[in-house]
């Protein structure tokens, strides 16, 4: 995303030809996207904590506050990362400058199941996504990992659920990526309203 436009007041051009909204929303929420080339500009530790402290702030069940954000920014923790995901996405996600796996705690502090805990770590990783996005960041969440192997190696307790890993980064030119991720890096599109709201009850 060029750093010329402000994500909050406009549409960025490619975003505006991809996506279309029914209804008046800030323009933040269309450029908000998932590319995956990535620049190897480093991001620094002030944008990079600005992201996870917008994360911190999301809402949760009583508080609890589930979350917690595994980050690989060096080039030895970054390479441990790469061991663990698919080939597929290691691909294109090992260029990025850093990775986050976010987990969350299944148990709440007085030892009772926390059934809001991966719903609480969702809103968690759209704070973060939309802070990165004000920056002039890009992320991607991969769901194409090894979870075992990332908790084995990354030392993860069993009371912890393994969601996803994001890519934190810079844009790059698709041109970087091979021939078949080029055709799909733009902004997706999404399904009508009308297919997803329901006034009362679904219609099934």
Known sequence: MSLKINPVEQLTSEVEKYRKAKYSVNPLFLNRWSPRAYSDRKVSDEELYSVLEAAHWAPSSFNDQPWRFIVAKTEAQLKIFHEFLNP?????????????????????????????????????????????????????????????????????????????????????????????????????????????????????
């Open 88 to 204: 597929f996405n290691r691909a294109w996600a090992e260029k990025a400058p850093v990775l986050v796996l976010i987990a969350s705690n299944k148990k709440r502090e007085n030892g009772d199941l926390n059934s809001a805990h991966a719903f609480d770590a969702g809103a968690a990783w759209g704070h973060l996504a939309i802070q990165a996005t004000l920056l002039g960041l890009s992320t991607h969440a991969i769901g194409g990992f090894d979870k075992d192997k990332a908790r084995s190696l990354l030392k993860i307790p069993d009371d912890f659920d393994l969601h996803a890993v994001i890519t934190i980064g810079y844009r790059d030119n698709k041109k970087t990526l091979d021939a078949n991720l080029q055709e799909r890096e733009n902004p997706s599109t999404r399904k009508p309203l009308k297919e997803v709201i329901f006034e009362g009850a679904t219609n099934s």
